[in-house]
Nanobody
Framework: QVQLVESGGGLVRAGGSLRLSCAASGRTISSYAMGWFRQAPGKEREFVSTIRWIGGSSYYADSVRGRFTNSRDNAKNTVYLQMDSLQPEDTAVYYC????????????????WGRGTQVTVSS
């Protein structure tokens, strides 16, 4: 089992920044990659980004590419999502997820999920 806890969400004005953290515990050695997803009210959960533990290669959704940046601290089993130039359409609950098999853009590729952290961007 892998436990994931997100933090760092909050309220920010358009154009502002936030950094989300996702701390992993438990059998983290089994985790291959981490993903970030978000879900806005009345919408389906959507892919944001993914990062591999080994090598740190990342992939981003078109909607956030150039504004959001993944990073990870393997020693702390923690991944980060730096979000810059935030816009009201970025408002959502952000979830981190762990995959034991690959680096995916689909939510079904992830085996473990955190409970989410709310990000609200005011105009």
């Amino acid at each position: 089992q892998v436990q994931l806890v997100e933090s760092g969400g909050g309220l920010v004005r358009a154009g502002g920044s936030l950094r989300l953290s996702c701390a992993a515990s438990g059998r983290t050695i089994s985790s291959y990659a981490m993903g970030w997803f978000r879900q806005a009210p009345g919408k389906e959960r959507e892919f944001v980004s993914t990062i591999r533990w080994i090598g740190g290669s990342s992939y981003y959704a078109d909607s956030v590419r150039g504004r959001f940046t993944n990073s990870r601290d393997n020693a702390k089993n923690t991944v980060y999502l730096q979000m810059d130039s935030l816009q009201p359409e970025d408002t959502a609950v952000y979830y981190c997820a762990a995959s034991t098999t690959g680096s995916y853009t689909r939510s079904s590729g992830y085996d473990y999920w955190g409970r989410g952290t709310q990000v609200t961007v005011s105009s």
